[in-house]
């Protein structure tokens, strides 16, 4: 039985205030190939300092935002996830 990747590389890039806290507009992160959005989420928030705004944080997945945090995402090398967090003002 051929077995696959236990883990990949993904883009994650930061906007807004997750870029101050992260203090860089992109990272390599990596992570199951196969993941729940709300795990992931957990992952990244730890990962990158992003405590402070958890409560409030979008993700997206190659541009498509993840509404639901209990769905599995598919990840393989080189996909984008971008952490996002509330415009203010709007």
């Not at 390599?28 to 992931?40: I, Q, Y």
């Not at 990158?48 to 993700?59: E, P, Q, R």
């Amino acid at each position: 039985m051929e077995r696959t990747s236990s883990v990949v590389n993904i883009n994650v890039l930061f906007f807004a205030k997750s870029r101050e806290l992260a203090k860089t507009s992109r990272a390599e992160f990596t992570v199951e190939p196969v993941v729940k959005a709300g795990s992931l989420l957990i992952q990244l928030i730890e990962s990158f300092n992003l405590k402070t705004i958890s409560d409030n944080l979008i993700i997206a997945h190659n541009e498509n935002y993840i509404e639901n945090l209990e769905a599995e995402i598919y990840l393989c090398k080189g996909d984008e996830i971008a952490v996002i967090p509330p415009i203010s003002g709007g």
